[in-house]
């Protein structure tokens, strides 16, 4: 049973590991997307840390929202155990637990792209994206405030999905 669970363990690892980097490849690629009028990766080279916070935040709303999803794919895992592994329920609870995860990770990237435009339209004295490029650093937090609390808002609605799954 030891070695079942270190298995069972590390084969959650390898999953999280893998579907953590496909999320972070996401949200950049989304990123640059929404801020399709700066050349992020000049903008890094250049020191600009403004730009640089606005990555570093997306990266950690989408670590916050994944993590919530593989808590989900652990539980899904763990009732795939006790109704085993390779029957039709623990099939389905490990398909559950993955789709929530997919479902959370979406929901970040078209949260975050969301809130973002949104912010662009309440402060209509204010082009962020334009201050961005200057480096000015008190709109990067301001933008970051938003992303984080997004985040949050979607990482509650990952684990209810997590607790009604469970």
């Given amino acids: 049973m030891l070695f079942e669970n270190a298995v069972v363990g590390l084969v959650q690892l390898v999953v999280a590991i893998v579907l953590a980097v496909m999320a972070l490849y996401i949200g950049f690629w989304t990123l640059a997307r929404i801020m399709s009028s700066i050349n992020m990766e000049q903008e890094l080279a250049k020191g600009n840390a403004a730009v640089g916070i606005i990555v570093a935040v997306v990266f950690i709303a989408i670590a916050i929202v994944v993590e919530s999803g593989i808590r989900g794919l652990s539980a899904g895992i763990g ?35 969301l809130a973002l ?45 997590t607790a009604a799954l469970a």
């Fill in 79 to 113: 009732k795939a155990l006790g109704v085993g592994l390779l029957s039709i329920d623990g099939i389905i609870a490990i398909g559950l637990s993955i789709f929530q995860l997919v479902i959370g990770i979406a929901l970040a990237v078209a949260a975050i792209y």
């Fill in 117 to 161: 435009n949104i912010l662009d339209k309440l402060t209509k004295g204010v082009e962020e994206f334009e201050e961005l490029k200057k480096g000015n650093v008190a709109v990067a937090l301001e933008m970051a405030g938003v992303i984080i609390a997004v985040a949050v808002i979607i990482q509650s609605g990952v684990l209810g999905i």
